[in-house]
């Protein structure tokens, strides 16, 4: 059907808790990245405006078809680089592509510009010599930044002195314009390093902090755990075995086996109530899905959840019932029958009820056979089914077990 299959596409679109903790934990980085970009770009523009103006300028004297393909080499790449700057996307790409270029038309220069009435000023390509240095911080390693800042004023150093003839009126100014150039350059890497070391400790920081909370929550959460089942096998499980112990007639008996079924099914809910969870706000049956494809996940099962039926609400502790119990259900196919065949239909009724159906190929068992101590199966699923006013039917045999877990609305 259409609409399963977008339903696949969307879940398929999700992304799963390991990535988006990896976003999370560069959120600092990021933001940072972002910072660098934009202010690179309005420096970039208004400088690349400024170089623009000087080469249009040398152009009205005269200019071969090299001298415009040069302006192209270094114009283009850059008016790329502002343009994902701005829009935040492949930033670090057409900066490596402009910083190449700007170099390859810085090495050319002497080689397309003769000499001039007009080359006495400075040209329009030292306008660019930081933002070819910037271009390479926001592209290269630390140690490519480093190389470039002090390259790209050395090399155009050379040039201008080439132009000049190295004639001694070219010393000073040429002196002045590198080490101007140079020094700048060398500011700018090392605040881009400085930002982004800083905010990658923050990162880390973040990380450290929600790991040390994660670790004690989960420590209270097991402590917690540990007291309401002691306090269960102390009020519930001791009474009903206490009672079991002594009971010397048939009304006896009945009232042992009447508490040992409310120990089971108090045990088979500790989980929700230590996590305070069964919620009776109306959950939709897509949501059991989700759950149950997160829970596949999760297990490293190869399997599906087939949909069938009408979508519908149920109240969310009969959600939450049936998919604990399907949980139990998909962990004991994978331990007892490692997983082969296993399938899970996940069937709606609309708000009349819902059902979830666990099959899998394994050997099967003797549900007679297992020990009354065992109680995956017992308090896991047809306890837990059973304290929601569910049912649990299994069917299991030398093809295969089916685990059949359903509730109606009364």
């Known amino acids: ?23 999370f934990e560069r959120f600092t980085g990021k933001r940072m990245e972002r910072i660098l970009a934009t202010v690179i770009a309005i420096g970039s523009a208004i400088l690349g405006a400024q170089a623009l103006v000087a080469a249009i300028g040398g152009l009205a004297h005269g200019a071969s078809t090299v001298q415009v393909v040069l302006l192209l080499i270094v114009y283009v ?95 000073t100014s040429t002196a002045f314009d590198v080490s101007f150039t140079l020094i700048l350059g060398i500011v700018i890497i090392s ?62 008996r009945d009232l042992a086996v009447a508490m040992a079924r409310e120990a089971l099914t108090r045990l088979a809910n500790t989980e929700a109530v230590v996590a305070q969870e069964g919620s009776d706000d109306p959950v939709g049956t897509a949501q059991i899905v989700a759950e149950l494809r997160r829970a596949l996940s999760e297990l490293g099962a190869d399997a599906i959840v087939e949909e069938r039926g009408t979508a519908g609400l149920i109240p969310g502790r009969v959600a939450r019932a049936v998919v ?43 549900l007679e056979t297992i020990g009354e101590d065992r109680l995956g199966i017992r308090a896991s699923i047809v306890a837990r089914m059973a304290a929601v006013a569910g049912s649990a039917t299994i069917d299991s045999g030398a093809a295969g077990t089916r685990v059949l877990l359903s509730w109606e609305r009364a």
């Open 77 to 171: 790449p850059l008016a790329a680089m502002l343009l994902a700057c701005v829009i935040g996307r492949g930033v670090r790409q057409t900066a490596g592509v402009f910083a190449i270029g700007y170099v390859v038309a810085l090495a050319a220069w002497p080689l397309v510009n003769d000499a001039s009435p007009y080359r006495a000023n400075q040209p329009w390509i030292f306008f660019l010599v930081n933002v070819g240095v910037v271009a390479a911080m926001l592209a290269f390693a630390v140690w490519m930044q480093v190389i470039l800042a002090f390259a790209l004023p050395l090399i155009y150093g050379y040039i201008r002195l080439v132009e000049g003839d190295f004639s001694s009126a070219y010393w």
């Open 191 to 252: 605040l881009g390093w400085m930002f982004r070391s800083v905010a990658a400790g923050v990162d880390e920081a973040r990380g450290q902090a929600v790991a040390s909370y994660t670790a004690a929550a989960a420590g209270a959460a097991v402590e917690e755990e540990r007291v309401a089942m002691a306090a269960l096998m102390h009020d519930s499980v001791l009474a009903a075995l206490i009672a079991a112990e002594r009971a010397d007639s048939d009304r006896a």
């Open 324 to 366: 604990l119990a399907a949980r139990q259900a998909i962990g004991n196919a994978l331990t007892h029958a490692s997983g082969r065949g296993l399938h899970v239909v996940a069937e709606g009724d609309g708000d009349a009820g819902v059902s979830v159906t666990v099959i899998d190929a394994g050997p099967g068992f003797d």
């Open 1 to 23: 059907m259409p609409v399963d299959s977008d339903l696949r596409a969307a879940w398929g679109k999700i992304p799963s808790p390991s990535a988006m903790e990896n976003q």
